[in-house]
Each structure stands twice: as C-alpha cells, then as structure tokens.
C-alpha cells in the first residue's frame, strides 16, 4: 500500500513536468525497493527528462538485469544511446524491440529519427510512415516526414503534410514557420490571414506566438511590406528573448579563454593525420552563405555533404571546457590521448559515406578553429563571409532553436556577437590564414565559375562542373536555408538590410553604419 502510495507521488511529479521533485521521491522509494524494475525505468525516464543520459543508461541496464525481456525499457536505453552520438547501439536496440514487438509506434518514430539524423532519408521516411500505420493522427511523426521532404527539396510532399498536420491539430504553430520557410506569399497570400485568425482567438504560449510572429513577418516580407514585416520580428525576438537565460559574458569569457590557451600554441607540430577522411569545415556567421557552399561543394564527385553537425561543439564541451573556460591541461591531455578525434570519427562512421571527402558545415565551428586544426591537420577549413549588414539583418529575421544561439535575438546582442567573432576570427587568420579560405557571397554572385574555381582548387580537388550546376543537387540541406540553397544564384538578397535601416537602426549604428 505504501509503495503504490509513494508511485502516484512519482508519477504525478512526471505527469506536472516537475522532473527534480519526481527524481527526489523516486530515488527514496528505489533505496526501499531495489527490485522493482518499473522503478528503475521511471527514474531512468526522469533522468532522461533533465538530460543525463549517462546515468539513465545505468537505471535502464539495471532493469534489465532484473528482466533481461523488457521491451520498453530497451526502447528507452536506446534513446539514451541516440542522444550520446552512440548511433550503432541505438540501432541494434531499436531492431531487437521492433523484432519482439512489430507494432509499438514509438520504437518506429525514434527508429525514423535516428535515421533522420544520419541523412539516411529514404528509410526515416519508410518508418516515419510505418509508425503512422499504427497511430495515423500522430503528429510527431507527420512533422517528421513534413521536414524530410523539405530538407530533400520536395516542397509539395511537404506541404500535403503540414496541411494534415493543420486539421488535426491547428495550435501546433512551428508548422506554418515550416510552411513560410517553403512557401512564396506573393502567389499565396492566405496563410497570413489563417496566422492573423489564430493569434487572434487562440489561447497561446508564448513560443507559439514566436513561431506565428516570425511566419508572419516573413509574409510581410515577400509582400514588400517591411515595415509590418519588422514589426513581427521584432515581437518574435522580444518574446523569445524573454523565455531565455542567455548571458552573452559567458561567450566573452569563453572566447578570451580560447584565445588565451592558444596565444602561444605551436601549431606546425601537428600536420599529419593517420585518417584517410578529409573534413572540409565550412564556418562563418549564420546566414552567411554556409548552405550554399556546402550545396556547391557536395555536388562534386568526390566530396559528401553531411549538414550541419553538432559534434565538434559538443565533444569540446564534454572534454575540455570547465566553468565556460578552456581547460588547458584538459586540452593537452586530450592532444596527447586524441581522444576527441577518435570519437568525432567514431560518430561519423554512424553515417553511409561513399567518400572520402565529408563536409561538416556547422557555422559556429568558427569558434573552434584552432583546435579543428590540431585535431584534424588535413581539413580544409572553408570562412564563409556575406555583407555585415544583410547578415545582421538575417539573423534578427530568423528563428533559431539552439540555445547557443541565444544572442540572436536582440540588436544589441547580434552586434556584440558580431564584433566579437570578427575578433576572434582575426585572431585565428593570424594564427592559421594559410588555412582558412575566404569565401564572400557576393563575389560568388558576381563571378560564380571563378569563384567556385577557385574554392575546388583550395580543397585540392579537380573541377567538377556539377558543381556550376548545384541547384540541381539532391544532398539533404538542414537548416533554413533549403529551399534558397537549391536555386539559381540570385541577386535580390544583396543589400536587402537597405529596407529595413531605419527599423535597425540601433543595430546598424554599433557595427558601424550611420
């Protein structure tokens, strides 16, 4: 009696979100029954919830030692695994659920974005659509496959979806930034009104309006009104902002640290590297034209583009940054051991390549340049640069999710971030230029088969002209970037911040422009 008493206690925190409160109680009642393997799921599940994956791996094997036959609770240690980079055992969990238990829905969505997050499109798409087999209305799964179909370019599949979505469940709001990102409001303009009607009537969340704000100042925008098209962002952001706990002295703190560790680093040491896979890293500012050149690289024969990965960042965290500071004698060690090298290929052997070239284009790697060349001595590091302003401009206009990306919501921020990447970026050039390529947007405007030329050359790879011809490219694109990346080169993005001067007036003034 005293134990199920304690149960609905647990169950009843989880239910409320309250993960801390329910990890508490839960671990009292496991100290009194350390046999019960449902308490060993549950508090694996609540440490799940507060993102330890390491330790909720430990609960889940726990429970399996007790009973080696607990489908859910294998389901759940493979979504650990998922969310550790540790793709193969994820896998070979997910199959032997699925071999036990064919119609467990869930097993069949985590499956399909496991499958998604390795650019393995054609089966995501396969068990996204076998999980909607077994519960059709499932939105998890729907927008799912909405979102493959857009990174593959294939707009109309896309947009069939995210219509299903919308009748099931209208509130579900990142659908119509899903569709505004596809969608040209110059020949469809009713989706403003639809967007207009729900902020109107609907009772929303804060991030629900963000996503509503930021779809309608991106109407507004095609519209050519930028007035109205600014004051949308402007609410967007604003709200954003508010749900954030962003500090930008934390990125100051670690870019001076950075800077410190390698003020008198002998980089001419490290050249050689016993992997046959050459990386080309392609860095810069977000909407600097990163998407593009992946797009005109990864058309080459020899060269695959793998998107935007997160690992770089995050096996430096893991390894050698305390306290939002580099970690010099962690550093060293890990130089010595090459233990982030190893794991950034052993994740990287998770995804089919049938080259030898990968590109990993993830533009805050910019940050890590110093440690990608001691790391990986034969990459290519590709510095993707757009005029200042129309980059600024772009950011405050997008949406972004990571929570490194905190500074993208106000102008104050955006400036303060700018600069102080045009620092650090100067201190890299200084320390490895011969590395770096300089890839400007608008000069791939104005001279494309040179500039692409010469980008070839730099990744000492022969001319391929596939990559004159990119839009015609397959290679999944990731980020907001998909459909514009696919198109013909295009002038109309240059010196489109003109619109909006007035409106970001104070962001123009601190980089700069009166």
């Not at 496991?30 to 046999?35: C, H, I, R, S």
């Not at 925008?221 to 930028?226: P, V």
């Not at 992946?294 to 080459?300: A, C, R, V, Y």
Request: overall charge positive; charged content about 30%; proline content about 1%.
């Amino acid at each position: 009696m005293e134990y199920q008493k304690d149960l609905e206690i647990v169950n009843l925190e989880f239910k409320k979100k309250n993960f801390i409160n329910a990890k508490k109680v839960c671990k009292e009642i496991l100290a009194k029954y350390p046999d019960k393997t449902y308490l060993h799921n549950l508090y694996g599940l609540i440490l799940q919830k507060l993102g330890d994956y390491k330790e909720s791996i430990f609960y889940f094997k726990k429970a399996l030692e007790i009973d080696s036959h607990l489908i859910y609770t294998k389901h759940n240690l493979a979504n650990s695994y998922k969310n550790l980079f540790k793709y193969h055992l994820a896998e070979k969990l997910y199959l032997e659920v699925l071999a036990e238990k064919n119609d467990y829905q869930k097993c069949w969505y985590n499956y399909a974005l496991l499958k998604q997050i390795l650019n393995d499109y054609n089966n995501s798409i396969k068990f996204f659509q076998k999980s909607l087999e077994f519960e059709p209305n499932h939105v998890g799964s729907l927008f799912g496959l909405a979102t493959c179909y857009q990174h593959l370019g294939e707009k109309n599949k896309s947009l069939e979806v995210t219509d299903k979505i919308l009748k099931i469940n209208p509130k579900l709001t990142g659908v119509y930034r899903l569709i505004s990102s596809m969608t040209s409001y110059k020949t469809d303009s009713s989706l403003i009104s639809r967007i207009e009607e729900l902020l109107e009537n609907g009772t929303l969340e804060n991030w629900q309006k963000a996503d509503l704000y930021f779809s309608l100042s991106k109407g507004f925008d095609d519209l050519g009104d930028y007035k109205k098209s600014f004051e949308y962002c402007q609410k967007g952001n604003m709200l954003k902002r508010s749900d954030l706990e962003y500090n930008i002295s934390k990125d100051k703190k670690l870019f001076s640290s950075i800077k410190k560790c390698f003020e008198n680093f002998e980089f001419n040491k490290f050249s050689k590297s016993k992997h046959e896979i050459k990386i080309i890293f392609i860095v810069g500012l977000p909407r600097s034209g990163t998407s593009l050149a992946e797009q005109i690289l990864s058309s080459h024969k020899n060269i695959h583009g793998l998107g935007e990965l997160i690992y770089i960042r995050k096996l430096i965290f893991e390894n050698i940054v305390t306290k939002n500071e580099i970690n010099k004698k962690l550093f060293l060690n890990s130089l010595k051991e090459s233990k982030i090298t190893e794991e950034y290929f052993n994740i990287i052997s998770n995804y089919k390549l049938q080259k030898n070239v990968i590109i990993d284009k993830a533009p805050l790697n910019f940050i890590w340049l110093g440690f990608i060349k001691v790391f990986f001595p034969n990459s290519k590091i590709v510095h993707c640069t757009r005029n200042i302003y129309d980059t600024s401009l772009s950011i405050y206009k997008n949406m972004f999710e990571a929570n490194h990306l905190g500074w993208s919501f106000t102008e104050e921020e955006i400036a303060s971030f700018i600069k102080m990447y045009n620092d650090l970026m100067n201190f890299w050039k200084s320390k490895i230029g011969n590395n770096i390529y300089e890839l400007n947007y608008e000069n791939i405007i104005k001279d494309k088969k040179n500039e692409i030329k010469k980008l070839i050359n730099f990744c000492d790879e022969e001319m391929d002209d596939a990559c004159l011809n990119h839009k015609n490219n397959k290679t999944p694109i990731k980020t907001l970037s998909s459909f514009q990346a696919r198109k013909d080169l295009y002038v109309s993005s240059i010196n489109k911040s003109k619109y909006y001067k007035d409106s970001l007036k104070k962001l123009f003034k601190i980089l700069g422009q009166n």
